[in-house]
Nanobody, 120 residues
């Protein structure tokens, strides 16, 4: 199983980006999918998560500005980031709980990260 993230880039404050992360491989089921971010010199933090049923949670710092969504048929999670601020700068990682066809347990998988830079 692999997670491939894309969509990062350089944007001015107030702008928007849409991140995508697709899971591929021998996938039986995908449960909760998440976006984390890590700013320079800081710990990785949870930005948003979405269950297979579509329930969502957000960090207080992004509520009202970011929206997480998913396409279960494509095993893909999205993060629409609006009204971006310089403090949103960091590497964004996707994460998912995935059960492979050959397994009866969910395992934790990470994407490679995509850089988001917001200029002031």
């Amino acid at each position: 199983v692999q997670l491939q993230a894309s969509g990062g880039g350089l944007v001015q404050a107030g702008g928007s980006l849409r991140l995508s992360c697709a899971a591929s491989g021998s996938i039986g089921s995908v449960a909760t999918m998440r976006w984390y971010r890590q700013a320079p010199g800081k710990q990785r933090e949870l930005v948003a998560r979405i269950t297979s049923g579509g329930n969502t949670n957000y960090a207080d710092s992004v509520k009202g500005r970011f929206t997480i969504s998913r396409d279960n048929a494509k095993n893909t999670v999205y993060l629409q980031a609006n009204s971006l601020r310089p403090e949103d700068t960091g590497v964004y990682y996707c994460n998912a709980d995935v059960m492979e066809y050959s397994s009866r347990r969910y395992a934790d998988y990470w994407g490679q990260g995509t850089q988001v830079t917001v200029s002031s």
